[in-house]
């Protein structure tokens, strides 16, 4: 007997019979633990937005129309998931750390300096929530993660050239952003005198 289609499970898992997503699960548990792992890095957060994954994906199913295959909508699940598990862990402590906030911050070693550069990493940790989804995704994985464009196309099934235009566009919105949030007043005020 020839194992039934993701299509025909997801019928099954509609009219009430559990095992179906089990069988799901079962098909595509280790490429979803994959996808989580490579944007996470560590095997305990990859884990976690596997779980989170299939549970989201089973508590949606039935807004699940079939445009795409199953694994292309759970793969989409686990990768939205696993960014929000990123920005989350470490949007702090990456915008402390990256050559970007270097690039808005002079180097302050004086401890009263610290407040206005919380006050920045804020602004920018706002400037990026503010980005569309897939200028975010490469934004955070380029800077965050460190990832080449080649790992970051790979992870996103897009072109390398489209990954470089929506950093270039992600990078040119979040600089307008903290430009406008100085200049209005709302950001720290780096003209002290």
């Known amino acids: 007997m020839e194992p039934l289609s993701d299509q025909?499970?997801?019928?099954?898992?509609?009219?009430?019979?559990r095992r179906a997503y089990t069988e799901l699960m079962h098909r595509y548990q280790e490429r979803v633990y994959w996808v989580a792992r490579r944007i996470?890095?560590?095997?305990?957060?990859?884990?976690?937005?596997?779980?989170?994954?299939?549970?989201?994906?089973?508590?949606?199913?039935g807004e699940f129309r079939g445009d795409s295959s199953f694994f292309?909508?759970?793969?989409r699940i686990a990768v939205n998931l696993s960014l929000n598990t990123i920005r989350k862990r470490q949007v702090l402590s990456y915008l402390h750390e990256s050559e970007l906030l270097g690039r808005f911050l002079p180097s302050h070693d004086d401890?009263?300096?610290?407040?206005?550069?919380?006050?920045t990493a804020t602004l920018l940790e706002r400037a990026i929530a503010q980005l569309?989804?897939?200028?975010?995704?490469?934004?955070?994985?380029?800077y965050?993660?460190?990832?080449s464009y080649e790992e970051i196309a790979k992870i996103l099934k897009t072109s390398i050239g489209g990954l470089k235009a929506n950093y270039f566009h992600a990078l040119r919105k979040v600089r307008e952003h903290l430009r406008n949030e100085i200049e209005t007043g709302k950001g720290p005020d780096h003209r002290k005198e």
């Open 132 to 142: 569309p989804e897939k200028q975010r995704a490469v934004f955070v994985l380029r």
């Open 40 to 61: 996470v890095g560590g095997h305990e957060d990859a884990d976690d937005v596997t779980q989170e994954t299939f549970v989201k994906a089973f508590l949606a199913l």
């Open 144 to 147: 965050h993660d460190e990832l």
């Open 8 to 17: 025909e499970l997801i019928q099954e898992v509609r009219e009430g019979k």
């Open 72 to 75: 292309t909508w759970l793969y």
């Open 111 to 119: 401890p009263s300096e610290r407040v206005e550069q919380e006050e």
